[in-house]
């Protein structure tokens, strides 16, 4: 027998060792008892974590510690998606800079305001009553407002803008 | 006069073992009495499993506990695919598993004590009376250093010698309780057993 088989036997006897090892006395006569005991008093088997909850997560993890490789595969996907998000945040909108110039490419400027919608009362007096924050037009009928800004009530104007070019 | 109910007969005679199909059914309509002697023909088994994973005595009553717990109540998933006793191992397991990864920097051990036969084993005494270096060593201190060199193999190759070489569970049932093929179950207990001949080589090279 050569000295790597003897080592072989040896660990095996070693390892029969761990069935000598027993809990103290009565321990199983006592064991199915508390068990169910725990079972009747309605508990959910112990420590329910977040591994057991989300297996898929506890394999995504192995596989990332198992595997370096991969971790760094994913890291580094996970770089390219940040960075082609920030350039892409960053670029102007090229869609938006047409609409601001004329058709015969001269830089103007044509702003042209809706006319007035024509709103019937009881929609404008449900402005005027709505409790909205953001805009209220009562103080604006203060004596100062309409000294600063001119009369609140007075009517739309359409306003057409125009900025030719130099 | 209120006269005392007969004692039926029945229960002092001895009752001829249910087979475990019967035992599930029945458990899983909530018998507990059923569920009780399933709880018993197995408890060592799924006890020890945990405790030579994890070498402490308190977090494998623990574990063993919770472990019987949850299969009860997730007997209705039971299918009957594998049998009881393979579908409870793989809960145990996986518990243990889970346990271990949580505190795999809080190794503390708590050993059961050798029983009367370990003194009595001839295979142990020849280990320890054989010439080896470390001849004076008793039996106490090969267990604790036996334990330790196990608890430095992962939690798969330890898993595969306790079920292997302790438990003495078939490579098949292994990879059933596994959940793997049989060639990882042979190729992660040739790879623990020369781990665990490096780690003891002072208790199994002879001089």
Redesign the interface.
């Known amino acids: 027998m050569n000295e790597n088989e003897h080592q072989f036997q040896a660990l095996r006897q070693l390892l029969a060792l761990k069935r000598h090892e027993v809990p103290p006395p009565g321990y199983f006569d006592r064991f199915s008892g508390e068990v169910l005991a725990r079972i009747r008093a309605g508990e959910t088997g112990g420590r329910d974590n977040l591994a057991e909850r989300l297996p898929w997560l506890v394999r995504l993890l192995q596989a990332l510690e198992s595997q370096p490789a991969f971790a760094g595969a994913l890291a580094s996907a996970l770089c390219l998606l940040l960075v082609g998000g920030l350039l892409y945040a960053e670029r102007p909108d090229a869609t938006i800079q047409p609409l601001l110039l004329p058709p015969g490419g001269a830089p103007a400027l044509n702003v042209a305001v809706a006319p007035p919608l024509s709103a019937p009362p009881a929609v404008t007096a449900g402005l005027i009553s709505a409790t909205n924050p953001v805009f209220n037009p009562q103080p604006m009928a203060t004596p100062e407002a309409v000294a600063l800004f001119g009369n609140p009530t007075a009517p739309l104007q359409p306003v057409s803008f125009r900025v030719s070019g130099n | 006069m209120i006269m005392a109910e007969p004692v039926s007969r029945r229960d002092s005679e001895p009752t001829a073992p249910v087979d475990e199909e019967t035992l599930v059914q029945r458990a899983r309509g909530g018998d507990?009495t059923a569920?009780?002697e399933l709880?018993?023909r197995y408890?060592?088994r799924i006890?020890a499993t945990i405790?030579?994973m994890t070498s402490n005595?308190e977090d494998a009553?623990?574990?063993?506990?919770?472990?019987?717990?949850?299969a009860?109540?997730?007997l209705k998933h039971f299918k009957g695919g594998s049998s009881f006793y393979t579908w409870l191992y793989r809960i145990a397991v996986n518990?243990t598993i889970?346990?271990l990864?949580?505190r795999r920097h809080r190794v503390h051990m708590s050993?059961?004590?050798?029983?009367f036969?370990?003194e009595h084993?001839p295979?142990?005494m020849?280990?320890i009376s054989d010439k080896t270096p470390r001849r004076e060593a008793g039996?106490t201190e090969?267990?604790e250093k036996?334990n330790a060199a196990l608890l430095k193999l992962s939690e798969p190759h330890r898993l595969v010698?306790?079920l292997h070489?302790?438990q003495g569970l078939s490579h098949e049932e292994i990879a059933k309780v596994m959940n793997c093929n049989i060639g990882t179950v042979r190729s992660r207990l040739f790879y623990a057993?020369q781990q665990?001949?490096a780690w003891?080589?002072d208790?199994?090279?002879?001089t």
């Open positions: 507990l569920y009780d709880v018993k408890q060592e006890y405790y030579h005595h009553n623990d574990l063993a506990q919770e472990s019987f717990i949850k009860f109540q997730a518990k889970n346990f990864k949580q050993l059961n004590d050798l029983d036969n370990a084993d295979d142990l020849a280990l039996l090969l267990q036996l010698v306790v070489d302790v057993r665990l001949q003891l080589a208790y199994l090279k002879p």
